[in-house]
């Protein structure tokens, strides 16, 4: 599996930006999808998840409501859609595909490593 992350670039404090991440070498209807960012000097930290059907998203608790993810199966592409940025939220965002296995889909649930293909990260800048 390839993942081609995109959308990243610098912005004002208070704008948005649209990240896209797109898979090929695999369809990816069946797995969980993901974000993830790390910004300078720190651990890389959860922004994101959503499971194979789209139907739940899951967010950093410190996200809630700025950050929206979905997924277009057809396309084989995860987004993720940053409003009202702050410069803290800078940091290099990536994309991952994963999961936990149940009943023959893939599943976010939080677990240590459940993640299996990263993307190579696209930088976003937010200036104050």
């Known amino acids: 599996v390839q993942l081609q992350a995109s959308g990243g670039g610098l912005v004002q404090a208070g704008g948005s930006l649209r990240l896209s991440c797109a898979a090929s070498?695999?369809?990816?209807?069946?797995?969980?999808m993901a974000w993830f960012r790390q910004a300078p000097g720190k651990e890389r930290e959860f922004v994101a998840a959503i499971s194979w059907s789209g139907s739940t998203p899951y967010y950093a608790d410190s996200l809630k409501g700025r950050f929206t993810i979905s997924r277009d199966n057809a396309k084989n592409t995860v987004y993720l859609q940053m409003n009202s940025l702050k410069p803290e939220d800078t940091a290099v965002y990536y994309c991952a595909v994963g999961g936990t296995y149940i009943n023959g889909k893939y599943y976010y649930t939080g677990a240590p490593n459940e993640f299996n293909y990263w993307g190579q990260g696209t930088l976003v800048t937010v200036s104050s």
């Open positions: 070498g695999r369809t990816l209807s069946s797995y969980a």
